[in-house]
């Protein structure tokens, strides 16, 4: 059973830097894609970026395109992803999710409709 476990949120302001983390476990084959999500004032999960396993693809929301950074850890073994936020807007706050989509390749990356496994969220507070 793969489970996820975010960290690195906090409070920022805005134009500053945060770098968020999610390790997974139990991971079985570990090439997928995991993504991760803001979720909105509305409860609605958005895509932020997307990057399958080992094989440095990688996709953005155009919002954070030139600001926000996946990478995954490529010391072994390998189960730390990381989203670099930089020049970090007011609309960047939120609770953002990392999620994995585990059980077929996802048609569209940045759709929560495409992940099956879930973290419990770290939260981005960004003062203007």
């Known amino acids: 059973q793969v489970h996820l476990l975010e960290s690195g949120g906090g409070s920022v302001q805005a134009g500053g830097s945060l770098r968020l983390r999610c390790q997974h476990f139990?991971?079985?084959?570990?090439?997928?894609?995991m993504g991760w999500f803001r979720q909105t004032l509305d409860n609605e999960r958005v895509g932020v970026s997307a990057?399958?396993?080992?094989?440095?693809?990688?996709?953005?929301a155009e919002a954070v395109k030139g600001r926000f950074t996946v990478s995954q850890d490529k010391a072994a073994p390998k189960n730390v992803i990381y989203l670099q936020m930089s020049s970090v807007h007011v609309e960047d706050a939120g609770m953002y999710f990392c999620?994995?989509?585990?059980?077929?390749?996802?048609?569209?990356?940045?759709?929560?409709?495409?992940?099956?496994?879930w973290g419990q969220g770290t939260r981005v507070d960004v003062s203007s």
């Open positions: 999620a994995a989509a585990t059980i077929t390749g996802p048609v569209d990356p940045l759709s929560p409709d495409e992940y099956d496994i």
């Open positions: 990057i399958y396993l080992n094989r440095d693809i990688v996709h953005y």
């Open positions: 139990g991971v079985i084959g570990g090439n997928y894609y």
